[in-house]
């Protein structure tokens, strides 16, 4: 039984490499690529796996890249199904300057998607949906998908009573707030656009998600802040996370694996406390490997042990 499906719109394959010095006009000089299957969904999907929960991931593809997509997730033995599109999926790259440790991330736009296409992927993720026991909506929405697209589908999980997490930022976030979700993973950034404040002060963040919750916007926000670590707030519940000391090689897939985190805590039923730190630790694992390398599963004990968690 598939414990998770997680839609990806606007996957990616990720190409990392490193180079001395990155110097304007200059050739640049790099390491051997590495290609790994990328976007929000996708990502949290191969996390899962890794925690040993059986995910399935939709995701469009498209052209020559949507085969290389294709073939990276049958490697590494994560069970997905590509959504069919005219356009090529697009590509992501990632550049580590060896001689500060400072990552350039350089995003490419997505291809669009028809209405025709659309329709598919909606039909495909109600379909699988109804299979789950939670349900994934992460990452960027491409052009010609609607922008209330989290929306609709939030309003059908809730109708068929599947659990659903968003991890979205824009006019994404903005629809799927206004139907209501059962966790919402917005970063700092992604939330100052929402509400259109500054949020630089730990008071007005608490606030917000706070209020949030009362609105009924989600049943659980988790805010992650970086180096900061994280706020959880739920219904009498506001707590404040500390990450493990942990030496940053990449944040690839850093957000994707909080997400995976907490998921894989509420798939074992266990509290909301114990799925952030779990949340945080998976987080750790992610940012300490460079783009590619895996973490193990065992390796998590000692990093959940070093997240503190206050009650605020």
């Known amino acids: 039984m598939t414990d998770v499906v997680t839609l ?13 010095q990155v110097t304007a006009t200059r ?11 990328g976007g929000g969904g996708v990502n949290v999907a ?37 959504l069919p599109i005219a356009q090529d999926t697009r590509e992501s790259l990632h550049v580590i300057e ?4 400072q990552e350039f991330r350089f995003v490419m736009p997505g291809p669009a998607m028809s209405s025709a296409e659309w329709a598919v992927a909606r039909e495909s993720f109600e379909a699988h949906a109804r299979l789950a026991r939670w349900a994934v909506l992460s990452g960027s929405l491409p052009p010609g998908v609607p922008v209330d697209a989290y929306g609709q589908l939030l309003r059908w999980c ?31 950034e992604e939330l100052r656009a929402y509400s259109g404040q500054g949020l630089y002060k730990l008071n007005e963040q608490i606030e917000l998600v706070q209020s949030l919750v009362a609105q009924s916007r989600a049943q659980v926000v988790v805010l992650s802040l970086g180096r900061q670590g994280a706020l959880l707030a739920a219904k009498d519940l506001l707590l404040q996370a500390t990450p493990a000391p942990t030496h940053v090689v990449s944040a690839v897939g850093a957000g994707d694996s909080l997400v995976a985190g907490l998921v894989s805590g509420l798939l074992q039923d266990l509290d909301l406390p114990s799925c952030l730190r779990l949340g945080m630790a998976v ?17 998590l004990g000692t990093l959940q042990s070093q997240v503190k968690l206050q009650v605020l």
């Not at 987080?283 to 390796?299: F, H, L, N, R, V």
């Open 98 to 101: 060896q001689s500060t440790g």
């Open 158 to 188: 809730r109708d068929n009573k599947v659990s659903a997490v968003v991890d979205a930022s824009g006019e994404a976030l903005r629809h799927a707030l206004a139907v209501g979700v059962t966790l919402v993973k917005p970063s700092l």
């Open 8 to 20: 990806t719109l606007n996957p990616c394959v990720d190409v990392s490499t490193a180079t001395p």
């Open 283 to 299: 987080s750790a694992a992610t940012i300490a490997q460079p783009p590619g390398m895996a973490w193990k599963k065992e390796d």
């Open 27 to 37: 050739k640049l000089r790099c390491a051997a690529p590495v290609r790994t299957p």
């Open 46 to 82: 191969r996390y899962l796996m890794r925690l040993g929960h059986s995910p399935l991931a939709l995701h469009t593809q498209g052209g020559h890249t949507g085969e290389v997509l294709a073939e990276l997730l049958n490697h590494k033995g994560v069970p997905h199904v590509g």
